[in-house]
Every structure is written in C-alpha cells, then in structure tokens.
C-alpha cells in the first residue's frame, strides 16, 4: 500500500511520454494537478553527466535510468516502464554512483548533473545478483509450461544475472498465492508474480480501473481486486504485454505457441477508426495473437482489448468460395461463374445510372472504396452510400472540406487542450486509446471535460451538461459554468462524435457547432491550433469521406436496382428494395451476405496491404500477415475483375497503378505516416460552408444516442469471435462472473 | 531423546515451534471471501457521535486530501463494529471520503492492527518480540493460551469473549513481557498476574494498566540507585540576586 501510495504521486517524467511533460510544464503554473497530489516540476535546461565514461546530456528531470539509456547502457529492470509512474520496488535496475555508499535504484534516482555512474562494475553485478536470487526464491521453476516463455524479462534477466543453483532450502515451499479471475482476457498465474505493479499502475492510471490494486504486506503482498471482481476495462489486455513475468498471460492465447514460432508483421488495426498500429503474429497461415506497436502520434503502445482480441473471429463465419443463390440457398460457385454472375444481375436488372448503388461497410479499405467509386462512376452511378444510419444521403457535414470531418487537433493534441467538449460521443466505447490519452490528461493536468449526449462511464470525470440539441443550445449561448470554463480556456477542444451526423437533430448540432467554432475562431481555430475534431469510429469511414464516397443529392433520392454491398453489413435489410439484384463483397457471412444473390468472397485486414486513413487523416498501410482462406481474393482485385466482366475495365492492373490513382484523388492518401494539416482559412471557410449546408435544419430535441451499445461487437469480425462473445457475456451483460462489491457509482466518481 | 522430551516438559515449551501462531495461508489474509458475517450487503453507518467526530477527524486535512484521513477512519469504523473492520465498514469509509474501495482494502490490509475477522469482546495481543521473548514472554502466552481454555493464538474462544493473538514489538520493552487487552497495556507480567488480569477481563472488570509488578512505569524495580537525593528547589545553589 506504501508503495502503490507512493508510486501514485509520482509523475512519470520520460523523454518520450508523448506530449505531456510538455502540457504539464504549461499547465503546471496555471492550476496545479489538481487530480495529482504534486505535478511534475517544470523541465529545465539539459544536464550532463558521465555514465560509463560516456558523457551524456538529458533533460533535466530525467530518471537515471534513462540517462543510462541514452548512453547506451542497458539497465535491467522489471517494475519501471517509460509510461508508467516510477514504483522503484523490483531494485533491478541498480547502479553504482559517485560517492554514494550503496548501489542506487536508478528508475527512482533523477539524474544529477555532473555525477558519475557505473552500470557494469563488479559491485553493481553482485547487487542485481543478489536482487536476482531474491526473486527467484519465490518465483516457480515452471517455465516449460509458462506462457511467457520466450519472452519473459525474468527469464532473459536471469541468463544474465540468475545463479545456476539455489540456495532456497526452506521446507515449507515457495509463497504461494491464489489465481484471480480477471475475466475471459486475462490469465493470472499469481504464484509467477514478483509484485512490480506494473499492472496496478496501468489500471490505475491508463486504464481507469481502480479496482486493482495491491493487498497484503511483506511476503505475503499479492496483486489483486481484495473482493471477487473481473477486470472490466476495454484496455485490460495491455497489462499482458507489461507483466514482465509470467503472472498476467493471455488467456485466448493460452497453449497455443510459442513467440520464437511467430512471424510478426506490423499492421494496421481495424476495429475502431484511431488505425491502431498492431503487429500480427501469425503461424502457417493462422492468426495467432496480435500485439501493440508503439507509434507516439497515434496509440503509444496500447491496443484496445477488441484490436487484441477479436483476431479470432478470423477463424470463424469465413467465406471462402463465391456462392450464388438459388432459391432459398446458396450454392458454390467458380470465381468466373460469379463474376458472370454479377454481370448478368447487372444487365438483368436494368439498373441505369443511379440505380447503381454501392454501399460501403466498416472494413473496407481505400484502394477498394477508389477502385468501387472509379467502378460505379464509370457505370454512370453516383450512388455511393454508406453504411450507416441515414447513410444513403450525402453526409451533414459534407466532404469537401476535410477537416469538417476529421479530427483535426490530432490525437497527441488531446493532451494539448485544456478544456474538452464532447459531443455526442463515448470515446471509451468509440476510440478505447484516444480516451485513455484524455484521461492520462484529465489526470495529470487540470483538463475539464464536458459532455453532451449519452451519459457514459468514461473513465474520467465530466461535467454533465445535457443529452440533446437543448443542452448545445445552452452551452453555444454561454450558459453554464463549463461554458464559461471553455470560453477562457487557452486551447479548447470539441469532440464531435461521428454518430451526431446520424442523429436526428444531426444536422442542427452541426449547425449550431459551425457556428460556434466560427465566433471562437481566436482560440479554437488558429494557425498552430484547431480545436474542432470530428471522432470518426469506423475505420473505412475517413477513407470514404476523403476520396468522395458519397452520394450526390439526385442519388440518394434514387431507388437502386442494383446493390453493391461492399462490407456493409450494418444495413437495414428493408432499404434494399425486394427487386434489387444484391452482390456482397466481404470476409464474413454476416447480415450483408445472407441479403445478397451473389457472394463474393474478400480478404480480411490481416490478409492484404492495403491503406487505412484514420480519424485524424494519417495513412498507414496495413500489411499482409496470412493469405486470405480458400479462394477468397484481395478485395480492390475483385473489382478490377467485375469491371472486366461488365465490360467497362478499370485503367489498373497493379496495386502501384492504383495508388497512383488515389494519388491523383488526394496525395495525401499515398503519403504514408504523415497528416497533413488544414490551414486554418480553409477550415474556417470549411465551417462557414457547413454552416451554410446546414442551415434551418429543424431540431426535433431528442437525445443524442451512443452508436455502439457493445465494444465487443462492432464489426463482422468482432461478432465472429469467440473471444468477444465471451467479454459480452462477462462485462456487458455481467453474466457468469460473481460480484461482491456495490456498484452504484461508476469509479470516475471517484479518482 | 528422551532426556530431551522431560527438558522440554520441564521448561513447559512443550507447545512453541518457531512460531506458534496457527499457519495461514496469505490467500486467507488478503482477498475477502463474501460470508454470512462479513459481506457488503451488510449495512454499516457511522454512529452520529462518530460521524461527528468522522467529521472532525477529516477536517484536520485539506479537502482535495480528504483520503489522507482513511486510517483514523478505518479505526473509528473498527471500534464501532466489535473491535474488527469488515468490508462493509471499508466500503462505508471509501464512500465517505470519496476515493476507490480498492485503495481502502488496500490500507486496511496492510496494518495488521485491522482486524479483518471478528474478534472476542476482549483482544489479548501478547508480545513475543526479542525483548519479551527473554523476559519469558513464551510462558505468558502458554498461560493465557491454556488459562482461556486452550485456544491457540489467533483463535477465539468458544464463549466469545477473548481473541489472542501473538503480536510483535509494541514499544514497551522495559516493562517486559507484556501484553494488550483492548487498548490497554498490561506490563511486567508473571503468569499469575497475567491470569488474574484474564479473570477480572472475564468477570468483566478493567484491571488497572501498566505494570502488575507494583512499579509504576518503568523504574528500577529494586529502588532508585541513583539520585536519590532530594532533587534541588527552584532557586536553591543559585546566587543571591536569582534566590
């Protein structure tokens, strides 16, 4: 408890903790952390000091450790970690330093300037020997059926440092401690825990779950919630990857290889709009786990528990031959029986001009939306709807102008803003990595948070300010305490959900939000700052707005003969006319596939490089981890081939020509890893065109509703997987798992 | 062996390993297991007396550390409910100051001096640290251990009325051995002392505190060998202007 008390208080203060040492210092002077017993102290100027003779210059402020680091010294450690607050409690990392009598836990010592470290002398060896030995005493020998076999700090430490026997003689055993249930995610094995609390400081600080903690003292410490309880957060799964031991395993992963078995290939997470940057790991031509990559500008190194998890409904509802109905039932079919297929269904139809419609899903990727939209306009179409409430219709906020829809202060710029709004949006739910960046803020820095829509357990607190068009109403008046708190804020910051443009007072919100920016443009709206971001949740969605997947207005009053389900599988199956010849593109047999006539199977993200545009409007390309099953094809291929079949050939005939394409549509799409900014002129007159679009929209005064009712189960890929039922069962529907303590207020109440 | 076995007769050890505290596993002492005694569903409120000197008590921090107060709290809930702080007692407390119950289990877990089990109407701590170790604290255990009925420290005894436990050092080592019952010291303990401290405990009398050797604190129990001089007046040895 001492030590979780004080790890608490301590900021952690790295080189590379995103933008939040900086915000801190900025911040530090207006209101001092309020949510923090002290705030980090302003970083000064550099320092130098000498590490293993090597002379070397850090930030003022920096843990020993990291200047150590920064020499080129590697420092063992087990309980620091960059992101996380400083604990100082596994005493691996110890150096010898100048005039001091005992060897120094480097993570807890800030560097000095002028002081002189050794890493590698005899002395600092016989300590960390000695830290080893501890360690092991209590630890099992089960590596052989331990999970983290491979790649466990312990084990590689303890090469180095472990001895090569024992002198743990004591009759009564090892410690042993319980197992926790932590829920369908995480596997504890307690009696592998060497109580570095990593996974404490992660729930507390990261994650927002409060319950985990440390029980006990002594020998007897043990990691755990005290009352029976699972761990219901939607980033538990990060805590795997931060047990440096085996004590935190995964459990879906549990037995099934091991890492030295694994080809990793960096990737592009799906499951939310934040385009995660994962690493598949993947086994023949199986998905076996998936693993965060660290990328500072978008998801540090956390992945969603969805991102981490949900690869298993890879394995399952696959299609993997073209099948065609007939009747009541589909029937297999050849790919050049198919592809006649949907050509014939065309001709059939009748469908001309806008009676072609292409509907785009959540998982369709950008060189398919260009290569569909090329397609359909070829055919004299416009119809390009999407797949989502009132997605038939060109959206409220248009796409002429990017940042009318992108979230254009830029995810590391959430740490920047001192007071947010959020609109209609549970980022929780919607963007899992985004909120735990807004909540690492709300934390360390006085941010205010406010929210209109929904009410939702966000993991920070919020000041609630309403659920519907009446509440934006009041706060664009400036009634209210929080408005008035936005309006001297130096960096505001609204957070538009995506949903908002599907609600029924969609287009007022806009409107009235439009409007708002543009009178506050002094701070929302300046040359190193827009604070008005639109949170998409859907991965192919910015894809979609940014090449111009929308119907004209003419089109969407259309009725279409023909249907195109590109991974749509959200569809209302009542607004696809009866008579409508219905092709599905897609992975699952999901809802979209069993509307359509011919079926078309597609690859899944782990199966093709393709390009994700995220929330923000950075491209990254996802790479190809496994081929795609049976005779399922990449999807853009698909295209190319029924526009051959329908006699109007897209100019394409490789994956180059076809970014050379997007290219012409937008060099940012092709630009890999960079955003690019909108100046602020543009964005103003973006707003000032919204505003115009918009204007008179009637406000019916309903509330604004959540999206997603689920995270578990998003998309085609989540509701097929097993993993993802099980967490619906566990923490959605709070089924199976006993629970002991009341719940009556949500733990942000409290922090 | 023999020879051995009448020693330790002789020496009435007979009992006392290591420890003589019956083993419990850690799993017993750190995660709480919903029982019919002790589960949240089981209301606890300050008294208004106590939510009063709650109230007080929280006052003395500033208010964004209202949680600095959790331990005065936790003892104050203990008292409150029979001497043992259950969990709803910790839920009450975390409600009260407005911070996560986990960071309450975690405190009360880890001062030993929370009793997360029900206790006896009387708490009888008996010190077994070096100090009283040598002054023969193993005998004052064996007799309050065997005077209460042949319990074993950390039990109960079948009326409910004392709970021993072995406890470690409680910083009153020149009245050695010694023993708490409740909030009390009982010091220079011999076993018949310490059984009649226990029967009057029993018939429910206080016994007076400290030291049952007739010392009054912890002076030299064979008189003062120094200073025995009557110690000086004010004013007396001074020169005359300070008389």
Redesign the interface.
């Known amino acids: 408890?001492?030590g979780?008390a004080g790890m608490l208080r301590a900021v952690s203060r790295g080189t590379n903790t995103g933008r939040l040492g900086k915000s801190v210092c900025s911040s530090s002077s207006r209101k001092a952390g309020?949510r923090q017993?002290s705030s980090t102290a302003p970083r000064q100027a550099d320092i130098t000091l000498t590490v293993d003779g090597k002379e070397v210059t850090v930030p003022q402020g920096s843990a020993l450790i990291q200047a150590c680091e920064a020499a080129g010294a590697n420092i063992p450690r087990f309980c620091y970690h960059d992101r996380l607050a400083i604990a100082g409690n596994c005493r691996m990392c110890l150096v010898e330093v100048e005039r001091s009598p005992k060897p120094v836990a480097s993570c807890a010592m800030p560097a000095m300037p002028g002081s002189k470290v050794w890493t590698n002398t005899p002395l600092v060896h016989e300590a960390r020997e000695g830290v080893m030995e501890f360690l092991l005493a209590n630890h099992p020998l089960d590596c052989p059926i331990c999970d983290q076999g491979g790649e466990c700090d312990l084990q590689d430490q303890s090469m180095r440092y472990g001895s090569d026997r024992t002198r743990f003689h004591e009759i009564t055993g090892k410690?042993?401690?319980?197992n926790k249930d932590l829920g369908p995610l995480v596997k504890t094995s307690m009696n592998r825990c060497i109580q570095c609390t990593r996974c404490v400081r992660f729930a507390n600080e990261v994650a927002g779950v409060?319950?985990?903690?440390?029980?006990?003292?002594g020998n007897?410490?043990?990691i755990?919630?005290?009352?029976?309880k699972t761990m219901d957060s939607e980033m538990s799964g990060n805590i795997v990857d931060l047990c440096p031991v085996g004590a935190l395993t995964s459990k879906p992963y549990a037995f099934h290889a091991r890492p030295w078995e694994l080809k990793n290939t960096e990737s592009v997470d799906v499951m939310d709009a934040v385009g995660s940057n994962i690493r598949v790991d993947s086994r023949g031509v199986q998905v076996m786990r998936i693993q965060p990559r660290t990328n500072d500008d978008v998801n540090e190194e956390w992945i969603s528990d969805k991102t981490r998890y949900a690869y298993d409904g890879l394995k399952f509802q696959r299609l993997t031959t073209p099948l065609l109905k007939q009747g009541d039932r589909f029937v297999p079919a050849s790919w050049e029986e198919a592809l006649q297929a949907v050509a014939d269904g065309l001709a059939a139809s009748g469908a001309k001009g806008d009676e072609i419609q292409a509907v785009a899903g959540h998982l369709a990727d950008t060189e398919t939306l260009v290569a569909m939209k090329d397609f359909v306009n070829r055919l004299g179409s416009d119809n390009l709807a999407l797949d989502q409430a009132g997605g038939t219709a060109p959206p409220v906020h248009g796409v002429d102008v990017r940042s009318n829809y992108l979230f254009n202060s830029t995810i590391p710029g959430v740490e920047e803003a001192d007071v947010i709004l959020l609109v209609g949006t549970n980022p929780r739910h919607e963007a899992a990595v985004l909120n735990s960046r807004i909540r690492k803020s709300w934390l360390h820095t006085g941010l205010e948070v406010g929210l209109i829509g929904e009410r939702a357990d966000t993991a920070y607190g919020y000041d609630y300010l309403g659920d519907g068009a009446k509440a934006l109403a009041d706060f664009v008046a400036g009634k209210g305490a929080f408005a008035e708190k936005f309006k001297a804020a130096k960096k505001p910051m609204i957070i538009v959900g995506s949903a908002l443009a599907e609600q029924a007072d969609g287009a007022a919100a806009f409107n009235a939000l439009a409007k708002f920016v543009e009178k506050n443009k002094e701070t929302l709206v300046t040359d190193e700052w827009n604070g008005f971001s639109v949170l998409q949740r859907i991965a192919s969605r910015p894809a979609a707005y940014e090449v111009g997947f929308v119907p004209s207005k003419k089109a969407s009053t259309t009725k279409p003969k023909f249907v195109y389900l590109l991974n749509a599988d959200e569809v209302d199956p009542k607004s696809i006319p009866r008579d409508a010849f219905v092709v599905y593109q897609g992975h699952h047999g999901d809802l979209g596939a069993s509307l359509a006539d011919v079926v078309l199977p597609a690859a899944a993200y782990t199966e093709k490089s393709t390009t994700w545009i995220n929330t923000e409007g950075r491209s990254q390309l996802g790479r190809a981890a496994v081929p795609p099953p049976g005779a399922s094809r990449e999807d853009w291929k698909i295209i190319r081939a029924i526009s051959e079949a329908t006699g109007s050939p897209l100019p394409y005939d490789d994956v180059l020509a076809l970014r050379d394409r997007m290219w012409e549509l937008s060099p940012s799409l092709v630009r890999y890893d960079a955003r690019e900014r909108t100046s602020s002129p543009i964005a103003l007159a973006g707003l000032r065109a919204l505003e115009a679009r918009t204007r008179g929209a009637a406000v019916s005064g309903r509330a604004f509703v959540r999206p997603i009712a689920n995270f578990y189960m998003t998309d085609p890929i989540s509701r097929a997987s097993v993993t993802m039922a099980q967490c619906t069962r566990a923490f959605v529907k709070g089924e199976e798992y006993g629970f002991?303590?009341?719940r009556e207020?949500p733990?942000a109440?409290?922090? | 062996m023999l020879a051995l076995r009448r020693s330790i007769a002789l020496r009435s050890i007979a009992r006392r390993g290591l420890s003589s505290s019956s083993v419990k596993r850690s799993d017993a002492l750190f995660v709480h297991r919903d029982t019919k005694y002790n589960n949240p569903s089981i209301p606890f409120e300050f008294s208004k007396e106590n939510l009063t000197k709650a109230e007080e008590i929280i006052a003395h921090y500033p208010p964004q550390y209202r949680k600095a107060a959790v331990i005065p709290l936790l003892d104050l809930g203990q008292r409150q409910n029979k001497g043992w702080t259950s969990i709803s007692v910790m839920n009450y407390v975390a409600k009260l100051l407005g911070m996560p119950p986990m960071r309450v289990y975690e405190v009360a877990t880890f001062y030993t001096m929370f009793n997360r089990e029900p206790i006896g109407d009387n708490f009888v701590q008996v010190c077994t640290t070096t100090p009283c170790m040598l002054r023969g604290s193993t005998e004052i255990l064996d007799t309050v251990c065997s005077h209460l009925g042949d319990i074993k420290p950390g039990e109960t005894t079948k009326d409910g009325k004392f709970t021993v436990i072995e406890v470690e050092c409680q910083g009153a080592c020149s009245n050695a051995p010694m023993m708490v019952v409740n909030d009390d010291f009982y010091e220079d303990l011999t076993a018949a002392s310490t059984k009649k401290v226990l029967d009057a405990f029993a018939q429910g009398q206080k016994p007076k505190p400290g030291p049952q050797s007739g010392r009054h604190t912890s002076e030299n129990s064979a008189g003062l060998t120094a200073l025995t001089s009557k110690p000086y007046g004010p004013g007396e040895f001074c020169t005359p202007e300070f008389q």
């Open positions: 408890m001492a979780s309020r017993l410690r042993a401690v319980e409060e319950e985990l903690g440390t029980t006990g003292r007897d410490l043990q755990g919630m005290y009352v029976e002991s303590g009341s207020q733990e109440a409290f922090a």
